[in-house]
């Protein structure tokens, strides 16, 4: 069974970086689409960012050239490099990890951008 746990999470200032990662305790071999979601307080969880299992990425508007998302499937680990952050990206973010008959989630890491 899949398990997933965040890290990277944080207090920045605006302007400043984080990268995010989201490591599985099992096989990733029939994962097909890791992403990244966020939940702002008092929001719906929405997602941030997709990576296929052949390196396809999608990003939502509001982070597009700000964040990258990569994945290392030797250490089943996917990554959420985030730049220029703004107090607009404070949430708590989740990593999803969907497959056939796998659709996982990690607890979530809360980042926090404030001077």
């Known amino acids: 069974q899949v398990q997933l746990v965040e890290s990277g999470g944080g207090l920045v200032q605006p302007g400043g970086s984080l990268r995010l990662s989201c490591a599985s305790s099992?096989?990733?071999?029939?994962?097909?689409?890791m992403g990244w979601y966020r939940q702002a307080p008092g929001k719906e969880r929405d997602l941030v960012a997709l990576?296929?299992?052949?390196?396809?990425?999608q990003y939502v508007e509001p982070v597009k050239g700000r964040f990258t998302i990569s994945r290392d499937n030797a250490k089943k680990t996917v990554y959420l490099q985030m730049n220029s952050l703004k107090p607009a990206d404070t949430a708590v973010y989740y990593c999803?990890?969907?497959?056939?008959?796998?659709?996982?989630w990690g607890k979530g890491t809360l980042v926090t951008v404030s001077s």
């Open positions: 990576i296929t299992s052949v390196g396809i990425t």
């Open positions: 999803r990890f969907m497959g056939a008959g796998i659709d996982t």
């Open positions: 099992g096989s990733i071999a029939s994962i097909t689409v």
